[in-house]
């Protein structure tokens, strides 16, 4: 565990973190144009505080189920997704909130399929696992370990088949590219050169079970046996991670097929609001030097403070903004609906045929209605 | 009317809707360039060029789960197991992605996928080459089931189930592939969920689905020369399920058999026969008699698998158990 982290680490310092060798301008960091750099900075905020918010509100039972919290991961987010164009597709697993929110679903909307309500964007059939949007193109929301991949893959089969020139984008956690489906995926995706770009937010443990435990390769050399170029970054770095996304996006648009990236990154919470933040796996030491050393948001204020792009009244009235908009989602969500009663069997089936009975019991009378008792 | 085999009535239904959808595509082991294991999509990579006819690597999950993505996206992609032993490996992508994806993004995500191969036993092969799938997928809300037993309902059900919104699994049998039947010419479809009555007769209702109907036919022939007139319903499709046609039968009848190819425990039988309990229990005049497959695994040699599968001389026997007659 302790050699898994540490190697972690090793890269991470090893890129670009330190300020010090940055070429700063008054024109921006990195390329970055002051405003893009605020609206990154924002970004990233929204996402810590709405998690913050969603955690306040799972502590109160305002939330049920699971929920995974994406905190410290929030520069992957904001960096692989905000690169993409409005109809390129994501999909994902599980943690996936800010990933949501940076597709383009509303906080208020996210935070409501969290509350189980009608105004959320699954209509609170989903809950935290499973925010779809198709109308900003983010797919869900899937709470198999794994079980998206496949399914990321046939998004980029769709995207070829029609000849569309998008891409996908499929996250996974570390974990996940342990499972076959992984393996069967990479392997078709490079066999039909699929538009598609696989991310691993390695953030170093799969719940509790460091990867180094389960893997005795590096995480870059799971996709070479399928022939899928693999790169790692530092997911930490918003800017390092944005413009790679930018490039690789171009590149796969243009036809360069399937791509594997290693985004080290560190989880600041539990595996679930039901998990320990720190215990036997990995100690509070640990966890207590990412937050220091390796979080999205410091590193990236403090390199705008640094370079003069940002003062400390401009960050109080963004982290207000995002303090502002959270609060309006969960007011938002606390206020709406619950689902109807009577639409406990809408959406099972999209077509209910005309002849015989699709449902056993319950659903009443008529087109697959379901007859007296629990027949 | 052609007559045509079983498998060139599935070929004709799948290029009847390649020929009217371009959404439509087929993928699985096998299917191009080999024409399929059992020779079903013959021709088809020729017709319809590898973009549309796929071969697939050996990963069933893999290549479900890719197929389930496609539907998301509107595609129709008609997913050939080899056979549905095999599915067992994708059953995830059935169950977790497929069936309840619809449901879980609140009506946004539909997938019009057909799931279609091979279920049940054929000759000795043996334990994990002959199981008998359905339930596995039918317990599943979100997932419809149709098991065609003859040519023409073959071609009817398998374009009805490509035209299907919701992910539809097509299971057919190795044996039932040569079998040769009238199949209507030109544009064929069948609705889900319409049962089919193969043979009529008053004295006794032997119930089924998929390769069993033969049986049952069989079965039936035995009766009759004993004076027994057994009516054979082929329920055709699981889910939906024609509860109709059945309460017709059992009132008609008033003796119910139900014969299928799968184990008995929590088998499609077991449904019917709560599903007639519950709404129909005043017309029985008998308790239904279940027949399946031993409740064991496929045994390899011969004696053995014929004393697991379900006989014709079984259901003979289970019909005269509900007309309180001794065994034949």
């Not at chain 1, 991961?73 to 943690?95: C, F, M, N, S, W």
């Not at chain 1, 995480?219 to 997911?235: F, K, L, Q, W, Y």
């Not at chain 1, 008529?366 to 008792?373: E, K, L, M, R």
């Not at chain 2, 017709?47 to 197929?67: H, K, M, N, T, W």
Request: charged share 20%; net charge negative; hydrophobic share 40%.
């Amino acid at each position: 565990m302790a050699q898994a982290i540490g190697e972690m680490e090793a890269k991470v310092n090893g890129t670009e973190l330190s300020t010090a060798d940055e070429e700063a301008d008054a024109a921006g960091l990195e390329g970055f144009s002051r405003e893009e750099l605020h609206a990154l900075l924002a970004d990233m905020l929204l996402y810590r505080r709405f998690e913050e918010k969603a955690e306040e509100a799972y502590a109160i039972g305002k939330i049920g189920g699971f929920c995974h919290l994406h905190i410290g991961q929030e520069g992957l987010a904001a960096g692989a997704i905000k690169p993409l164009r409005g109809d390129d597709l994501v999909i994902t697993a599980y943690r996936e909130h800010t990933q949501a929110i940076a597709k383009g679903i509303t906080p208020r909307a996210a935070m409501a399929e969290l509350y189980g309500r009608t105004t959320g964007c699954s209509g609170g059939r989903g809950g935290s696992m499973h925010l779809f949007d198709t109308s900003v193109g983010f797919m869900g929301g899937h709470g198999i370990v794994g079980g998206q991949i496949p399914m990321g893959a046939g998004l980029a089969w769709a995207i070829r088949y029609r000849g569309g020139d998008q891409v996908c984008v499929c996250f996974m956690g570390d974990a996940a590219v342990n499972q076959g489906a992984f393996l069967e995926s990479l392997n078709m995706s490079a066999i039909w050169r699929l538009p598609v770009i696989y991310v691993v937010e390695n953030n170093g443990y799969g719940m509790g079970t460091a990867f180094s435990r389960v893997s005795v390769t590096d995480m870059e050399a799971r996709s070479g046996a399928c022939g899928v170029p693999a790169h790692t970054i530092n997911g930490q770095d918003v800017l390092e991670t944005y413009r790679f996304f930018e490039d690789l996006a171009a590149k796969v648009r243009a036809g360069a097929g399937p791509q594997f990236v290693n985004a080290l990154t560190y989880r600041f919470r539990g595996h679930s609001m039901s998990d320990p933040v720190s215990g036997t796996y990995r100690s509070k030491e640990e966890v207590e030097a990412h937050i220091t050393q390796q979080d999205p948001i410091t590193i990236l204020r403090d390199r705008m403070m640094e370079a003069g792009l940002l003062t400390q009244e401009e960050l109080e009235a963004i982290d207000a903004g995002a303090r502002s908009i959270s609060d309006d989602a969960a007011d938002f969500a606390d206020a709406s609906p619950v689902p109807d009663p009577s639409t406990l069997y809408d959406h099972v089936y999209a077509e209910i045929n005309e002849h015989g009975r699709l449902f056993l019991g319950g659903r009443g009378e008529g087109p697959g209605g379901g007859g007296p008792a629990n027949g | 009317m052609a007559e045509m085999t079983y498998r060139d009535a599935l070929n004709a239904a799948m290029c009847q809707e390649m020929d009217r959808d371009d959404s439509v595509f087929l993928m699985g082991e096998e299917v191009a360039e080999y024409d399929g294991a059992y020779k079903v999509s013959r021709g088809m990579l020729e017709r319809y060029g590898d973009q549309r006819v796929v071969d697939s690597p050996i990963s069933e999950l893999g290549f479900a789960g890719l197929c389930v993505g496609a539907a998301m996206t509107g595609l129709r992609p008609i997913c050939e197991f080899m056979t549905f032993n095999f599915s067992l490996l994708a059953l995830d992508q059935v169950i977790n992605s497929a069936a309840k994806m619809l449901y879980m993004s609140n009506g946004q995500i539909p997938v019009p996928i057909v799931f279609r191969g091979p279920t049940g036993a054929a000759l000795q092969l043996s334990a994990q080459h002959s199981q008998a799938c359905e339930t596995y997928y039918v317990h599943a809300p979100g997932v419809k089931l149709v098991t065609p037993a003859t040519p023409a309902d073959a071609k009817g059900l398998l374009a009805a189930a490509i035209r299907d919104d919701d992910p539809v699994a097509v299971m057919e049998g190795e044996l039932l592939y040569n079998v040769r039947g009238e199949v209507p010419d030109g544009e064929y479809v069948i609705p889900l969920g319409v049962a089919d009555l193969k043979r009529s007769g008053d004295d006794v209702s032997i119930v089924t689905h998929g390769k069993m109907v033969h049986v049952a036919l069989q079965a039936a022939s035995q009766l009759a020369r004993e004076g027994i007139e057994a009516d054979v319903l082929d329920l055709r499709s699981i889910r939906p399920l024609d509860v109709d046609a059945i309460l017709e039968t059992v009132a008609r009848t008033n003796r119910v058999v139900y014969l299928e190819e799968g184990w008995p425990f929590a088998g499609v039988g077991a449904q019917i026969v709560s599903l007639i309990q519950d709404e129909a229990f005043d017309d029985l005049d008998a308790p239904v008699v279940r027949v399946s497959q031993a409740d064991i695994p496929m045994p390899y040699a011969k004696n053995l698998e014929q004393l697991a599968k379900p006989s014709a001389k079984s259901v003979v026997n289970a019909c005269r158990q509900v007309l309180y007659l001794p065994a034949a």
